[in-house]
């Protein structure tokens, strides 16, 4: 359980870490002020040289005022890349000059889950926003999640697994893809085991077939996500 603890603890030190980093960089690459008002040409480009640049993010949209989106790089039609209604609706809040982020899961049940920032296009010279920016990233594959990643690799012990879920529940990084977009919550009714964490909880449960499992469940400091 002791070792279960720190696996967990240091998967959970490096997801603010990984997510502050993508706030940071997709305001940065928003900065740029050729993205004000140029043609769709320009912008391609503008973003190609952020997705070079910048390796962190799979894929950059820009969605103009409208909220529909006029470019994007590496793949420059973003009908193509299955924009999620949450994505849509992150676009709407940025456009309104706030900027958001959703977890994106395609519609490949067994696909990488991504996270997707999104925030306004501003130009100091107007009041409203000129577009929207949204950079996605998929999560398990990010350079930065490596040692989040690399901890719960460490909980593969015999039949034992290590996840990730949302503050839905859903279970975004999983060692088994076919469990993602699962729902999976913490037994509130088991005795619970002592624990030296003031947030983790642990406590013993056994699957449909009889076997025993021992269960370490940690929430995220400073973001809504379990370990």
């Known amino acids: 359980l002791d070792q279960m603890a720190r696996d967990a603890q240091h998967a959970a030190d490096g997801i603010p870490f990984f997510v502050r980093a993508g706030e940071s960089l997709i305001r940065d690459l928003a ?6 008002d140029s043609s769709r040409g320009v912008l391609e480009s503008e973003l190609s040289k ?9 894929q950059l949209v820009y969605f103009d005022t409208y909220g529909t989106p ?42 990488p889950t991504l996270l997707s920032f999104v925030v306004p296009i501003k130009d100091p ?50 060692s088994d893809p ?7 919550e913490p037994s509130s009714s088991l005795p619970q085991m002592p624990v030296t964490s003031q947030l983790g909880k642990a406590y013993r449960d056994r699957t449909k077939d009889g076997a025993q499992w021992l269960v370490y ?9 379990n370990v």
């Open 217 to 225: 469940y940690l929430p995220v400091s400073g973001h809504p996500w």
């Open 31 to 36: 900065r740029n002020e050729n993205l004000w």
């Open 70 to 111: 006029i470019a994007g790089s590496p793949q420059p039609d973003a009908t193509q890349i299955g924009l999620t209604t949450d994505e849509l609706d992150a676009v709407e809040v940025a456009l309104r000059g706030a900027p958001h982020q959703t977890i994106a899961f395609p519609p490949q049940r067994d696909a």
């Open 50 to 58: 952020g997705i070079r640049t910048i390796p962190y993010f799979q």
């Open 178 to 184: 076919a469990r993602l977009q699962e729902i999976w």
């Open 125 to 174: 010279n107007r009041t409203a926003p000129v577009g929207a920016l949204l950079g996605r990233t998929d999560i398990a594959s990010n350079l930065l999640m490596l040692p989040v990643t690399n901890s719960l690799q460490s909980m593969l012990v015999g039949s034992g697994a290590g996840f990730i879920t949302d503050q839905h529940h859903r279970i975004i990084v999983h």
